[in-house]
Every structure is written in C-alpha cells, then in structure tokens.
C-alpha cells in the first residue's frame, strides 16, 4: 500500500467559483513573481554589488562573493516553509501567503540602505548576508502558500498548466518585472550615478511588491481542498506529529529525498540559465548594457510561455513523460547554447540564445509544483511541497558560486557551465526516471 493510501479521502470533491478561482491563480502567480523580483534586483546588479561589499583584484571572487549571499537566502528558505509552510497547513495558504509576501517586500527595501564597505569597512557585507537570511525566510513562506493555493482550487485539467503559469510563469513575470526596473534605473542613473543610486533604487521598489500583494490578496479564499481537510480535522481531530515531523516520518522521508533530485536538477538549471544571464552578458559576450535589458526582457516572456506550454503538456502526456523529455533536451542544448553564445557577435543572435536557455531552463520545472502537490496529502501538503521545493533550489542555487569560484576568469565560465549543467541534467534525469506517475493524485490525498 502506497503512503497515499491512509489519505484517501470522500469522492465529492469540492469546487470553487470561477472568480476564485481566477483569484486563486492570479494571486499564486504574483505573489511568486513578485517573490522572485525581489531576488532577481540582486543578479541584476551583481557586478555592482559585488564591488560595494565584496571588492576585491579579482573580480570573479567579488562576483562569488554576491552569488555567495544569494545563496545564504536559498539556505534559509527550507527554515521559511518549516515556519510557513506548517502555518499554512494548520491555518490556511492566503495568511500565510500575506505576511510571506509582504515580508519579502519589505526586506529588499532594506537592502537600498544597507551601507558599503567604503563607509563601514567589514561590517558592510555582514550587515547585507544578516538581511539575506531574513529575507530567505519569508522567501520559503511564499513558496509553501503560493505553491499550493491555486493547485488546489482549479480543476483538475488545468492543474498542469496552472503549475507552469506559477512556477515558471511566475518566475518570468518576477524577472520581467526586474528587467523593466532595470531598463528604467539605466535610464535614469546612468555611469557613475548608477553605482550611487541607481542600484538602491532598484531595491527601494522592493515596498511596491508588497502593496501589491496586498491589494491580490485582499479578495483571495481559502481553497476548497483545505477547507475540507479543516472540516475533517473538527469532525475526527487527530493527535500526532506537526506537520513538518509528519514529513520527516518515515513514511515521508523517502518521497522528500526522491522529489530532491528533480527539484535540484530543476532549481540548479534555472539558476545557471536565467539567473546567470545578466552576468553572462556582461562579463562574458561583454554586451552592451543597451542590449542587455532588451535580451533580458524577451528572454522573460519566454520563460513564461515555455512554462506554461510545459506544464499543460504534463497534464497530456503525464509528469514522468514530461519530466523524461525535458531532461533529455537539456542535457545536449544547455552545453550547446551557452558555448554558441561565446563564439557569435552578432546581437540578435546572441539574444535568441539567451531566450532559448531562459525558455529551456524554466520548462525543466515548470511541471514539478503540481507534481510535489500530488505527492503528498492536503493535510501536510504546503510543508511536504515547500520543503521539497526550497531544499532542492537551495542546493541548486548555490551552484552559481561554485561556477564563479571554478572558473578562474571570465574566458572559463562557458566551459564551466557547460559541465556543470550537463551534471545537473543527469540528476534531473535519474530522478525523472525513479518517480512515479502523479497526475491525477491530488484528488485522492
């Protein structure tokens, strides 16, 4: 008998309103684009950033030094949806989603004052690395509530698409939304200003993310799926573990481990793609800074088209299937496109590059969110996916340093991400290989 079995609930499945469920969705995908904004300003920035708090000869080790801070947020995010993600399974996705949100928000806005190390000396990277960890908190809160609200109020045969829209749509509209900023701060701050102010304008529009989720999530219910699981809960309490000690259980703990290494191939893919880009362009191709916010923004609107073509084609042909194909294009076309890239000069080509790696590295995880919700039951579903989903981009997300600490130039980094994301797209593989078949799951846990 499978784990999901003692979960098996009443065939009646409960069914939302067209409007929540429009809310639903639409409050998911913001609440994990702006989420992902807030993280992007920082990429985007990077060699800037790198100069303020981490100078340094070398200007790889100032850039594994900002890549290094990025990371620290990722390693708190299983903290986040430990603290969220049970919040959210014993009190309900939208409040959890609202403080996550709105903290997030808050805490960019912060990093627009931090102080450097020209006028502070060492405690300047400190204080920043002190920020990230906060932020990396509400960070994983945001995917416990977001990852599983609008899953669990669509029908059935929208839910694949629906995991592309939030996953990876939402992670193009985050990004898209940092292009703009960064067109506009260009614009305004240009040189020397930009490495004044223009970089702690980019942070202040932080507090904008949270006025926004705010106004989404004003109108947002609970959906119907955890409504039912309350109702069962006052019908037969149950006394026993937490939520985050039922997903360590031994009943669990072997579903946590296997969803790790789609999620670390997924997560690890998407942050040598779109997340190293922006340095890619600069220090690499050496792009001028007029074409890069160009590429960056039509690369975003690739990635969300891409994930949610790749989270409805799951729900068509199946995850597994999916999750198999995918692994199998990565594994030749992200060495292939980032070893192209070097050898053109040519813009337009470059650019069509860069929006086939943006595209290729958000259809590898586009399906997972749906696929995490269906392997594990309502009642500890916001935990079990947050946790599977933060632990696995927390691994693949320090990869980023690892490239910049390897490659000792700027000239290394091509082959060096090439091998590295030929190592991830096997572990992306022998995952997709081992999990089983999930469409169809969410109903019956």
């Known amino acids: ?56 000869e070398h200007p790889m080790l100032s850039l594994a030094g900002v890549y290094a801070s990025f990371a620290v947020t990722l390693l708190m995010r299983p903290v986040g949806s430990a603290i969220f993600g049970s919040y959210a399974d014993r009190h309900g996705r939208k409040r959890a989603m609202i403080i996550a949100v709105v903290g997030v928000g808050i805490a960019t806005a912060m990093f627009g004052l931090l102080p450097t190390v020209a006028q502070v000396g060492l405690a300047a990277p400190l204080i920043l690395i002190a920020l990230r960890l906060v932020q990396g908190v509400f960070v994983g809160g945001v995917v416990a509530s977001t990852h599983t609200i609008a899953t669990e109020s669509v029908p059935a045969k929208w839910r694949g698409l629906v995991s592309g829209m939030i996953g990876g749509g939402g992670a193009g509209l985050g990004a898209l939304f940092a292009s703009l900023v960064y067109l506009i701060m260009n614009h305004l701050f240009t040189g020397e ?45 149950r006394a026993g573990k937490t939520p985050v000690g039922e997903v360590f259980s031994s009943k669990w703990r072997g579903v946590l481990l296997v969803n790790l290494l789609l999620t670390i191939g997924g997560g690890g893919g998407y942050y040598l793609t779109s997340g190293y880009l922006p340095t890619y362009l600069k220090m690499v191709t050496h792009t001028p800074v ?18 949610v073509l790749t989270g409805q084609l799951s729900e068509v042909f199946g995850r597994k299937r999916t999750f198999l194909t995918v692994g199998v294009l990565r594994l030749f076309a992200f060495p292939a496109l980032y070893l192209a890239m070097v050898r053109t000069h040519d813009v337009t080509m470059l650019g069509t590059y860069a929006i086939l790696l943006g595209m290729l590295g958000s259809a590898s995880y586009a399906p997972i969110l749906i696929f995490l919700n269906e392997r594990f039951p309502t009642a500890i579903r916001a935990t079990g996916t947050g946790l599977s989903w933060n632990l ?10 690892f490239v910049s600490l390897t490659a000792r130039t700027p000239a290394q980094l091509p082959m060096t ?5 030929v190592g991830l797209s096997v572990l992306f593989l022998i995952g997709a290989a081992l999990v089983p078949e999930t469409r169809g799951n969410l109903d019956a846990v």
């Open 1 to 56: 008998m499978s784990a999901n079995a003692s979960y098996l609930r009443d065939s009646a499945q409960p069914v939302a309103s067209p409007g929540q469920i429009l809310t639903a969705v639409s409050a998911s995908c913001i609440g994990w684009g702006l989420d992902l904004f807030d993280l992007f300003v920082l990429l985007y920035v990077a060699p800037v950033v790198g100069k303020l708090f981490f100078p340094s």
């Open 193 to 237: 200003s930009f490495v004044v102010w223009g970089w702690r304008c980019m942070f202040f529009t932080g507090i904008l993310s949270s006025f926004l989720g705010l106004l989404v999530f004003n109108k947002l219910e609970e959906s119907p799926l955890w409504a039912r699981e309350q109702g069962h809960r006052q019908a037969q309490p």
């Open 290 to 307: 007029s074409s890069i916010g160009p590429i960056l923004l039509l690369a975003s609107v690739g990635v969300i088209v891409a994930s």
């Open 392 to 401: 696995g981009f927390a691994l693949g997300g320090m990869l980023p340093t």
């Open 417 to 421: 991400l090439a091998a590295f994301l």
